[in-house]
């Protein structure tokens, strides 16, 4: 009998990555794709669906079986996961109506966030939600939508999020995971039955537009003929429900058990723990986690990544120039020195909210700053007191995990951050806490081929992961650094409270 393969695509904020595994989850081949994203006006991100979304998934799934060797035949199941929670209105032929509106990062609904808050009221929101409304969530984007483009709202066949708009592509089938719809399309679906919300339905769309709930690894369909004939798949390849790209890189990590939290280095950072109950704290989000009888406890800044590439692309412009001419990361230069710099980098301290502000502050209104800059600091100085801010960010989310009972045993880091270990070790000394990387660094392309497998009966379920995916390096904290840290931490912390009325104002 032949191998059976597996294959993952995640689809992401500026990058998309593919991956081939065998049933040991062993690394055949991977691909990455790099696309643009879209700014249109302030607070509005967005991608072409069509070109970007599926345009890699086309173009990653030929290259990986291109370079692998293997036949599209031995492909036994297919995953796939997007960038987060996002909103494409599309056709009967899943024809995108208009450009996808992106996750949280997008804060153009602003408006329908805070006349769903008073709608409903705290209470009620608190109930169906566990927290205030925020810019992560799909219902003000709907009701944006149906606001600003009723035609286009009325028009669309459906509204997807962006896993549900691949994963039709591939089947014809509209699905979407329980994890994302019970949370970020809170409250359309009843989180009892999983079939939309008649009590709530009425304001945002018809139940005919909604996609149909199932779990992450339920088989949502097949490859179709004309799927197959733009990916290079064999047609009848099962395709799994999949995911939002945050959940599958927690299970490419191992976090598969209670206890264990992962930090996700993409263009945002995100964090998302496995804990034993739902954790009510309007400051961060908690539901049910996509492996059975488990909840999630996440948070999510929106700059990290994307506050690095503002500085390659504003402050290090020579570095880029210079990876222009030698192929030398724009990255690896910008670091040269940063080690050098003392621990928070000589009283210079960053609000790292370029892009507003998601957890803890939710706050679509935040603004970047500098703090305490003097004239001996240099942009050495504002690189390594960014990185910090992301560390500070952490050590926030960190405590409020902790005063919510969830007790984090294990950290684990995924996604291109990774690679800069002086920013690890960083955010472990800010924390105090030991944290592993992974073993397989792709991310969560590695994670939806894992659950592809999972879906058609390779493995068990998810504890059998358990023997494949295994940490990679180490960070442990530096206690004299710890103790540092916790002086500008008190700073940072009351810095944006200090500052928020200015913010609205500006």
Known sequence: MSEKY?????????????IIIDGRCNVIATHTE??????????????DAEKVWWGDFCKISKALLKKSGIE???????????????????????????????????????????????????????????RPLCSNDVPPKILWLKNNEPEIHQKAFKLLTGSSFITAKLTGEYVIDKFLGNGAFAPLYNPETGKPDDEYLGMFCRADQLAEM???????????????????????TPVIVGADDAASEAISTGILQMGDLMLMFGSSLYLIGIAGHVAKDRRIWSGSFIIPKTCSIQGGTNAAGTLTRWYRDNVFQDALEKEKATGINAYDTMMEGIGEIPVGSEGLLTLPYIA??????????????????????????????ALESIGYSVAQHFDIFRENGVDIKRVMAVGGGTKNHLWL?????????????AGVTIGASFGDAAMAAIGIGHFKDF????????????????????????????????????????????
């Open 356 to 385: 507003g502000e998601r957890t803890p502050l939710n706050d679509p209104l935040a603004k970047g700053v500098l703090f305490g800059l003097s004239i001996h600091h240099t942009r050495k100085h504002m690189y390594r007191s």
């Open 463 to 506: 504890s059998d992961l358990r023997e494949f995916i295994t940490p990679g390096k180490t960070f442990q904290p530096n206690p004299e650094n710890h103790e540092k840290y916790k002086h500008y931490r008190q700073i940072f912390d009351k810095l944006y409270t200090s500052t928020k009325d200015l913010m609205h104002e500006i």
């Open 214 to 236: 199932k779990d992450t690894v339920d088989i949502a369909g097949q490859v179709t003929q004309r799927a197959a004939e733009e990916t290079g798949l064999m047609p009848g």
């Open 6 to 18: 597996f294959l993952g695509i995640d689809i992401g904020t500026y990058e998309s990555k593919g």
């Open 72 to 130: 599209n035949k031995q492909i036994a199941a297919i995953g796939s996961s997007t960038l987060g929670a996002d909103l494409v209105p599309v056709d009967e032929n899943c024809k995108p109506l208009r450009k996808a509106i992106l996750y949280g990062i997008d804060a153009r609904a602003k408006k329908e966030i805070d006349f769903l808050n008073d709608y409903y009221g705290e209470e009620k929101v608190l109930e169906f939600n566990g």
């Open 34 to 47: 790099k696309h643009g994203m879209e700014n249109p006006y302030p607070n509005f991100f967005e991608h």
């Open 425 to 437: 070790q960083i955010i472990s000394d800010i924390t105090g806490r030991t944290i592993h990387t």
